[in-house]
């Protein structure tokens, strides 16, 4: 067996839950590798499948494709595209899936030829699996994943991308339209981007900036925006919209510990950390650009009750809206309600207990 030079970069991996980031990126690698060849030297094999027969197949149409000399002189670029067997799937875990896997490993751990490279892109992949190492150790890889929405500050990850698109089309976000955009949509990117086409042609030539209402007009509820709506409804102590929400959630398979995580946890977080902040320092809620400010410069003891982005910067605009409503609420008992909080979310992993039940009499305990 020869041995393997991973500085000539013969292979390129793209992989990560964010399918349309994965695609587009790939597509991206792909057009960079081939840019001034021969576009009949490169070969796009299209990997999904539906069993592992088809993926067996799918591996030796790759390999045959690696060892086949280009047509013209110049570089050979294989992509193996959208593959969806290197997941933790029947298919992926399949024997047959794996052998046909690990000859395709034995090939490239021998070495591709000299201008030959392989891209391999993928929105389904486990990292604990053999190839996938193997790929992880001797590619330029690249990982695009949506945000864990139920991780404080995953709003600042999707910000750029918003801001990014919208720009392209000659549009802005007002900034609390930027917010309610990010919650109201689903943490895919492709899904993203088809709201933001939307709004350019619902704004038109003469209107280039996206309000709130805009948003609330034409964007509609997603999985993402439903956990936000259930945020809001326990702010507003409205149990029993919140009840509604959880219950079309569960419907729709949603896990009770995500909308807990995602949707109760934070909220009574910040509903608490916002009435001691607004107690303590006489913060007035009724503008957003005022409200940042005045967090901004609160002293250090303070500051540690603000949730941070991923970037640990301030995120503010959760506890703004936390500070809308956190009046309705006394202290004691939200200190209470989040001890009730920690207990319902241990019973939701540890226990027998029915997660809808558990749902409801925290909504409940919550608006009471």
């Given amino acids: 067996m020869g041995s393997f030079i991973p500085e000539q970069q013969a292979i390129h991996l793209v992989f990560g839950t964010d399918e349309g980031m994965v695609r587009e990126k790939a597509s991206g690698v792909f057009a960079a590798l081939t840019e001034g060849t021969n576009e009949f030297s490169h070969e796009i094999l ?183 709506e259930i945020s809001r409804a326990l702010e507003n102590k409205k149990s029993d919209t919140a009840i509604s929400l959880i219950d079309f959630q569960l419907e729709r398979g949603e896990n009770a510990v995500t909308i807990m995580r995602a949707a109760f946890i934070p909220t009574l977080r910040n509903l608490l950390a916002a009435k001691l902040l607004c107690d303590a320092f006489n913060l007035k809620p009724t503008n957003f650009k005022d409200f940042t400010a005045r967090i901004s410069s609160l002293p250090s003891y303070a500051s540690a009750l603000i949730p941070l982005k991923k970037d640990g910067t301030p995120n503010a605009y959760p506890l703004f809206l936390a500070a809308q409503n956190a009046a309705k609420f006394k202290t004691e008992k939200l200190k209470q309600t989040l001890k009730e909080c920690m207990k319902a979310d241990k019973a939701l992993v540890s226990s027998s207990l029915d997660p809808r039940l558990v749902l409801h009499r925290l909504a409940i305990c919550s608006a009471s």
Avoid: Y
């Fill in 46 to 228: 299209e990997a999904g499948c539906g069993d592992s027969d088809e993926a067996a197949q799918i591996v030796r149409q790759v390999m045959e494709a690696l060892r086949t000399l280009p047509f013209f002189p110049g570089r050979k670029v294989v992509w193996m595209k959208n593959c969806n067997f290197l997941g933790d799937s029947v298919t992926g875990r399949s024997s047959t899936t794996e052998t046909a896997l690990d000859s395709l490993k034995q090939l490239l751990e021998a070495g591709l030829g000299p201008d030959v490279i392989l891209v391999v892109s993928a929105s389904e992949f486990d990292k604990r699996r053999s190839f996938n190492k193997f790929l992880l150790q001797h590619s330029a890889a690249v990982e695009l994943n949506k945000p864990d929405i139920t991780k404080a500050g995953w709003e600042g990850s999707l910000m750029p991308l918003v801001n990014k698109e919208a720009a392209a089309r000659g549009m802005a976000f007002d900034p609390s339209a930027l917010e309610l955009f990010i919650h109201r949509v689903s943490e895919s990117s492709r899904q993203i981007i088809s709201e933001i086409e939307k709004l350019d042609l619902f704004l038109g030539a003469e209107r280039r900036t996206v309000m709130p209402e805009d948003v609330e007009r034409m964007v509609p509820l997603t999985r993402t925006g439903v956990i936000f």
